[in-house]
């Protein structure tokens, strides 16, 4: 069975400190492994797609990275309106298994 | 702009009073899913449709139902609500994987619908 595994559960930081979250998984066939950002009392918005070990991708102060068997999202410099829970998904056929997702809030 | 759009956003319903979710897409997608959210929770999969094909998953209790009438549409319906059924309904939509290739199939969501049961 696919697992899925964010760490940490939540993680508070200064607006401008740096930090990474991580998405641990074990999947017998993985397809992709998605981010997602959700804000509270909406649905989670898509961020990354992340296809093969080695591969990286970049929107504003966000980095995803992937290895065979975790990725981490990088958040450079952030600012309080990057205050969200961001959840990790693997894809194996046609189902997304999500991990708990990390409560992240950027303080001012 | 809205790509998947929910109606209503919030829904507030009686103990054993049945209740319809609904869900719209304006991508074409071949594929419909629908969620449950629990609070500080993952959200997990109730079931699919692929084009008219429904997928339900093995965990998803009798309770839950679902119709897709037409590509663009796609309804939850709780026959009965408990009130371990108060959660975010999300609806997602996807592609759906084809033959002609592609190894990754993104879902979009919407805003998702609140549901609380008294």
């Known amino acids: 069975e696919d697992q899925v595994t964010q760490s940490p559960e939540a993680l508070r930081l200064q607006e401008g400190e740096s930090s990474s979250l991580n998405c641990s998984y074990t999947?017998?066939?993985?397809?992709?492994l998605f981010w997602y950002r959700q804000d509270p009392g909406k649905g989670p918005e898509f961020l990354f797609t992340?296809?093969?070990a080695g591969e990286e991708k970049e929107k504003e102060r966000l980095k995803a990275t992937l290895t065979k068997k975790e990725s981490f999202l990088h958040i450079t410099a952030p600012k309080p309106e990057d205050s969200a829970t961001y959840l990790c998904?693997?894809?194996?056929?046609?189902?997304?298994?999500f991990g708990e997702g990390t409560q992240l809030t950027v303080n001012p | 702009d809205a790509m998947v759009i929910q109606n209503p956003r919030y829904q507030v319903t009686q103990f054993g009073k049945p209740v319809t979710l609904s869900c719209s897409q304006t991508?074409?997608?071949?594929?419909m899913y629908w969620y449950q959210q629990k609070s500080s929770q993952a959200p997990k999969l109730l079931f699919h449709?692929?084009?008219?094909?429904?997928?339900n998953e093995a965990d998803t209790p009798d309770n839950f139902q679902s119709r897709r009438p037409n590509t663009s549409f796609c309804f939850l319906d709780i026959r009965s609500p408990g009130l371990g059924d108060a959660a975010m309904y999300l609806c997602?939509?996807?592609?759906?994987?084809?033959?002609?290739?592609?190894?990754?199939?993104?879902?979009?969501f919407g805003p998702g619908t609140r549901l609380t049961v008294l």
């Open positions: 997602a939509t996807s592609r759906g994987f084809t033959t002609s290739g592609g190894s990754t199939d993104t879902q979009y």
């Open positions: 999947v017998s066939g993985l397809r992709g």
């Open positions: 992340l296809y093969s």
């Open positions: 998904a693997v894809q194996e056929r046609s189902r997304l298994t």
């Open positions: 991508l074409n997608h071949n594929v």
């Open positions: 449709y692929y084009d008219k094909d429904f997928n």
